[in-house]
């Protein structure tokens, strides 16, 4: 039996087109709130009461502001010219039909004039897209040399792409075009906002509804465009109960009462709510809400998720299906299936299934018709209240949301938790494949109902139906563990599948083990500046001593968290006490013309330090560039300079006179650091000079960061600014101690 392969959260291109009248939407809105309020007068008579008292003298006139831009009414010739802001949307929207960035920078459509620059970058968009298929077949086949090749191609590729833009902005370069940046970012950061509102709202059930008018504006969307008949039918279909209105207000309460509190408001829209259709209300509260649909319909949503789950089954043999669904499904069904039967998939590749695998092809096939056909079954219920007809309202404020769901965003990905529809499926938290699988399923329900939004924003930007999946958030990666910091854009952890292929080890008896990668992100969590050594060490501590342990789903004690990072510390410590260079990072002194601050406030001024002060006791070094070792000091203030000084005229008169002279000449009165050539530390070590103004605590505290932010994500705050607390501060005595000892005993035998 053959099977059409259906997708119920996205229209075909050609029904997404553009609906840009801000004035129109609004008159609609209020006219509809005002009808709500006194429905003795029809929603006509409100929308020209609405309409009266917008125009030139009513009481609400309409205040269009004036806009200064730069329009080219001719190839190559660009002028100033001031209009109306709805004049001016009118022109690019009817009058011309221009593309539109969320910036407000209009360009020509692509059948009118061709890019060559998106030529360009299409052209690397294909070349990245097989490179990565290269990737994956290496992986797969377990060639690490040429997995580690192909992904720096991919990667090659990328990062040329993702140049073109600030190439842009360069006035010294021939593609400069200052405007393309800014739609470009502005592109980026709409959608990534649209898709982290759709992800909120989908998996915990919140919205951004930092003020009341925010709520009113979505309530009026509901009963304007909410797929009310379509609604009451599913609902009829599968016993699904209508929210009440104390339902519907239940869940306003549960996203505005992070933001504001205000009993007359809360009245205002509980009256609206009152007026509202059972459709309505429902359109409010399940549209894009899985949360919601489960809250007020116990059981139903993780009944629908267990369906798709079990898709997965053993394949039986005799089975009549349609044996090329896998063919016909999408790319996002396809990383699913592939996903939910990762133990048949591992050391194969997808494209050679059918013909060297093909038992393994009859029961990924069959579980992708299994998946379809549960996909036919729900396909009006998810029409009806998994495909948006709008988008959510007031998204310029949305960085401002209190987060449930989205653990990290950034300008194109969106990062978010499965956890809670994993407990809510399984009964549990922990990392069977039914916990996977679950997972799995949230990110593709999510991912749908992303895409749908995306060409929703696209039509409205106004891209053609050619160029309208364009714009897509595909599904990337799946973190089963993800580890948050208090530092934006800074995490760690496992990565367990990257695009639908499992990170797994196929072994000789045909077995495998999962080898999930690890990831981390974040310039102080990965600082280039400390030693390969400490990084290793670092980053073994958080595979293996953090996430390795809850993925083998062991508690975390006290001594998996503390031990390795106190004793790394202790270490730290007395190789800084015992004069070692081991734990400080390397900085390079220049040629003093590379340095527009000039050579007193730059590294060359350490360079003259050592040449005219420590150079002839210790030995001459070659002119810049030259790499040096970086030591923070405690010598902040005046007194402190002079202190030392006069206590190396103690130790070394002649090195202490040239110290105070060279200080005077350049009037340098504090020193945060100090920087010794390498080729010195290399062959002399240390200068013994040094050793008593080393500020210790703060040299701890930089070497520790990676420790100190890690540590953070356990509720472990240890360092301060002013580094008058460390983490080893209650052992560091005994440990110097019974270093000594341990010393002493090896110097005696």
Not at 70 to 76: E, P
Not at 128 to 154: H, P
Not at 710 to 736: C, H, W
């Amino acid at each position: 039996m053959t099977l059409e392969a259906i997708n119920p959260f996205v229209k075909e291109p050609s029904y997404y087109t553009r609906k840009v009248d801000i004035l129109e939407g609004y008159k609609l809105a209020s006219a509809t709130y005002l009808h709500s309020k006194h429905q003795q007068f029809s929603l006509d008579y409100c929308l020209k009461y609405v309409t009266d008292q917008m125009k030139a003298g009513g009481t609400n006139e309409l205040k269009d502001p004036r806009v200064m831009f730069i329009s080219q009414r001719k190839r190559g010739n660009r002028a100033k010219e001031v209009s109306t802001l709805s004049a001016l949307l009118n022109e690019v929207v009817n009058d011309q039909n221009l593309m539109l960035s969320p910036s407000l920078i209009a360009y020509q459509r692509p059948e009118v004039v061709k890019s060559l620059l998106s030529e360009f970058l299409f052209g690397n968009v294909k070349k990245r897209k097989d490179y990565k298929n290269l990737m994956f077949k290496y992986e797969q086949e377990g060639n690490k040399t040429l997995q580690t090749f192909y992904n720096i191609l991919q990667s090659s590729v990328k990062e040329l792409n993702n140049s073109l833009s600030g190439a842009g902005v360069s006035k010294f370069n021939a593609i400069y075009c200052k405007s393309s940046h800014l739609s470009l970012t502005s592109g980026c950061r709409t959608a990534t906002s649209y898709a982290n509102a759709s992800n909120e709202r989908f998996i915990a059930g919140n919205r951004h509804y930092h003020k009341h008018n925010v709520v009113l504006q979505e309530l009026s969307n509901a009963v304007l465009y909410g797929p009310h008949k379509e609604i009451l039918e599913v609902a009829e279909k599968y016993n699904i109960v209508l929210p009440s209105v104390e339902q519907t207000m239940e869940c306003i309460l549960k996203s505005s009462r992070k933001y504001w509190r205000d009993n007359r408001n809360e009245a205002f829209i509980l009256d609206y709510i009152k007026t509202m259709s059972p459709a309505a209300r429902a359109a409010f509260c399940y549209t894009g809400d899985a949360y919601h649909l489960s809250k007020f319909n116990p059981g139903f949503v993780e009944a629908m998720f267990e369906e798709f789950i079990d898709t997965a089954k053993d394949y039986s043999k005799g089975e009549i299906i349609d044996k090329d669904i896998l063919g016909k499904i999408d790319g996002d069904k396809v990383v699913t299936v592939s996903l939910f039967r990762s133990n048949l998939m591992v050391g194969k590749k997808f494209k050679e299934l059918k013909e060297k695998h093909s038992d393994v092809y009859d029961q990924v096939n069959t579980t992708a018709y299994n998946f379809e056909n549960t996909v036919h079954k729900y396909a009006d219920l998810i029409d009806a209240l998994w495909r948006p007809r709008y988008l959510p309202a007031s998204i310029g404020k949305f960085r401002s949301i209190m987060r449930e769901a989205v653990l990290t965003s950034d300008t194109d990905s969106t990062i978010f938790s499965t956890m809670y529809w994993t407990e809510k499926v399984t009964g549990a938290l922990d990392f069977c494949k039914k916990s996977y699988n679950v997972g799995y399923l949230v990110v593709y329900f999510a991912s749908q109902i992303v895409s749908n939004a995306l060409s929703i924003l696209c039509a409205n930007m106004g891209i053609g139906v050619k160029q309208l999946d364009m714009l897509q958030m595909k599904n990337e990666y799946y973190f089963p563990i993800y580890g948050l910091t208090n530092i934006s854009k800074h995490y760690f952890a496992l990565r367990s599948a990257q695009e639908g292929v499992i990170k797994a080890k196929l072994q000789d008896d045909g077995s495998f083990i999962e080898t999930p990668e690890l990831e981390i992100k974040g310039v102080h969590l990965i600082s280039s500046k400390a030693s390969i050594q400490f990084m290793i060490d670092f980053q073994e501590y958080i595979e293996h001593h953090i996430l390795g342990q809850l993925l083998q789903d062991k508690d975390l004690r006290w001594n998996d968290v503390m031990d390795k990072p106190i004793k790394q510390e202790l270490n730290i410590r007395h190789n800084i006490r015992s004069g070692e260079i081991d734990y400080y990072s390397r900085e390079q002194i220049k040629d003093p013309k590379d340095y527009k601050q000039g050579e007193d406030n730059s590294n060359f001024f350490q360079y003259l330090l050592w040449r005219e002060v420590f150079a002839p006791k210790y030995g001459d070094v070659d002119n810049p560039p030259l790499y040096a070792v970086k030591i923070p000091v405690d010598l902040s203030k005046p007194r402190k300079v002079k202190a030392w000084v006069a206590q190396v005229k103690q130790t070394d008169f002649a090195l202490g006179e040239r110290l105070e002279h060279f200080l005077e000449t350049k009037d340098r009165t504090q020193f945060t650091s100090i920087l010794i050539p390498q080729q010195i530390i290399d062959t002399t070590g240390l200068p013994i000079e040094i050793l008593p103004v080393i500020d210790e605590a703060r040299a701890v505290s930089q070497i520790m960061t990676p420790y100190y932010i890690a540590l953070q994500t356990f509720g472990l705050y240890v360092g301060n600014t002013k580094n008058t607390r460390l983490l080893s501060d209650p052992y560091i005595d005994e440990f110097m101690r019974q270093t000594e000892q341990s010393m002493q005993c090896d110097q005696a035998a």
